[in-house]
Each structure stands twice: as C-alpha cells, then as structure tokens.
C-alpha cells in the first residue's frame, strides 16, 4: 500500500511540475522562445524595447495592434480605401492599388518567415489582404459599377473626410461586433488606406495608413513604397526614432528619411515585438 501510495505522489509531482514548467500556461504548452538576432544587434535592439516599455503608455494594454488584427482574422486584414481626393479612379486604378497594397503589406509579413515559415511561433506566414470597402465624397469619382467592393457615399470624419461605415470599423468596434455593418463581420475593415489630395508625408496607427493620394499612386510601380511600409510599421507598434538612434544604427526604415526599405534591423525590431507580445494569444 505504501509502495502504490509513494508512485502515486511521484505521479503527481511530475504533472505538477509540468504545469509550472517555462513554457506551460494553464496546462497549455507554449512554442519555445526563438530569439536569435545577429549579435551585432543585440545592443541595439534592448536599446529600443527598454525605450519602448519606458515611453508608451498602455504597451502590454492595448489590444489593437496590427498583430491582434490579423490573429483576429486568423490570417488576414481587411483594408478600406478612403479616397479623400476628386481624381478619377478607373477600375483598373483600383485593382493596381489593392495589388499594390498586398505586395506592400506582405514585405511586412515576409519579414516574419524563415524559409517559408513563421519566425518564433509566428502562425501567419502568409497573410491574405482584402480590399471591402471604397469611400468617397461623389459616387462619379469612382468609375466602375460592379459590386466587388462596398462603396460609402457621404459618409463624413469630423473633418469633413470620407470614410467608410464606422459601424463595419474595428477601431470603432474592437469587440469584434458588427452587427450593425450592412455586410456583416465578412465586410469589416481592420484598416483604412486614407489617400488624401495633396497630403504630405505619411501618418499610420491601429487605424491604417494616410499619405498623399498623388504620392501612392504615383509610386505604383516602384519596388517598395516607403512612406506607406514606414506607416505599416506604426500599426505593428514600432516606434518613430526622430530624436534618437539606437547603437550602431544609423539608417532603417523606420528612422524616417534614413532608408526606403525594410531593413535587417526593422526585421529585427517587428520580430522583437511579437516575441513581446505572442504569449496574449497562447503562444
């Protein structure tokens, strides 16, 4: 009897241990931590997260990120396209922007995979982006008539700005209720591409991305659209350095003006953010 009594507490000393063991919550293992940054910069990247706990106010708090989106979504993003300008859009405008968008949008979510697969746990390797939704002051800007897209007429910012329905917006609905968008939750945006007329510079946030319509579309063709991929990364968390630059580094993307590409070291840095945050979804 003592013998039986003495396997069963070694029995349950082992799955007691289990569940205190790294890597376990709440009886659920999780992927092991995959932190390999070259060694150069591993000075530099403390650098930036110490900055990042030091300065923003809700980091561990905030449930919008781009990351909370597309796992969200499990897998994808819904963009909207506020088209703040009177230019004309041609259907075959608006099937280069949204196929601009998606090659613009995938550098982001390339910079998560080795060889093919998800950096640390990352379950996304590929991350499908949709276009739901057009808005636009005046219905005869836009110069198709199929249904492929929504389309919101009318539909006004504080600042007289169009957008789309804000009852089908996730930064208005981050419950995930849309209930009340006329499409459903399959028509939601998580994003909203705001081109405005004449705007310069860029702004980015859990909200989207905004820069001048004139800029984006006229950069169409080029291999990366910068402004655009230097907002992309606002939406993910990462920080503006225009005050500061980390050891070692003097020009990345996100050092706005310094370099017009995804740079190792913003690799580095959109890595170092999930490694932060992936233990939310369990992982």
Known sequence: MRRH???????????????VTPGMAGGKAQAADEWNPPARLVQPLNEVWNHVESTYGNLYG????GWDQVMANRGSVNYCVRWESDAPVSTAL???IHAALKKQFGKWMTAMTDNGKGHNAWPYPNVSVNIVGWAVKNRSTLQWTDNSVDVYTGVLDSG???????????????????SKCPGGAARHYDQSLWLTKGFGGGAGGDWGQR?????FTGALNQEDIHIYLHEVG???GLDDFYDWSPTGQCCFLMKAGSATRITEFDQWMLRDFWRHLKSRYGL
């Not at 507490?9 to 082992?14: D, G, K, M, N």
């Not at 905030?62 to 990120?65: A, G, T, V, W």
């Not at 820069?211 to 800029?215: H, K, L």
């Open 94 to 96: 608006r099937d280069r």
């Open 160 to 178: 007289g700005a169009p957008q789309c329905a804000p009852d089908c917006g996730r930064f208005f609905h981050q419950d995930g209720d849309y």
């Open 234 to 236: 606002h939406t993910f």
């Open 62 to 65: 905030f449930r919008n990120y």
């Open 5 to 19: 009594l003495a396997r069963l507490l070694t029995v349950l000393a082992v799955l007691a241990a289990a569940l």
């Open 211 to 215: 820069m001048g319509q004139e800029y």
